[in-house]
Nanobody, 116 residues
């Protein structure tokens, strides 16, 4: 079965950096577009970044452009989100997601808190 396991969140000061990882199993990882989402308290879950199967094409939400970088290593079945210049408004639970045969599969979520 499809599994997405995230790691790398935590507490960081404004201006700091974190890298999230999402290890996938149960499907042919290299054949699927991968996405990162986030959900802040009391808000909807929003798309943060998208990466194509080969990693050549990437897309970002305007709020994170120039600060976040999505990447993938198909040999490790892993997608990453490098987050730099973090702001308090980046505080949220972050999720990786894959859409497969019209079904959405989500990771368990990883808390990122940006606070001094």
């Amino acid at each position: 079965q499809v599994q997405l396991v995230e790691s790398g969140g935590g507490l960081v000061q404004p201006g700091g950096s974190l890298r999230l990882s999402c290890v996938a199993s149960g499907f042919t990882f290299s054949s699927y577009v991968m996405r990162w989402y986030r959900q802040a308290p009391g808000k909807e879950r929003d798309m943060v970044a998208t990466i194509s199967t080969t990693g050549v094409w990437k897309n970002y939400a305007d709020s994170v452009k120039g600060r976040f970088t999505i990447s993938r290593d198909n040999s490790k079945n892993t997608v990453y989100l490098q987050m730099n210049s973090l702001k308090p408004e980046d505080t949220a639970v972050y999720y990786c997601k894959v859409q497969r045969f019209s079904n959405d599969y989500w990771g368990q979520g990883n808390q990122v808190t940006v606070s001094s």
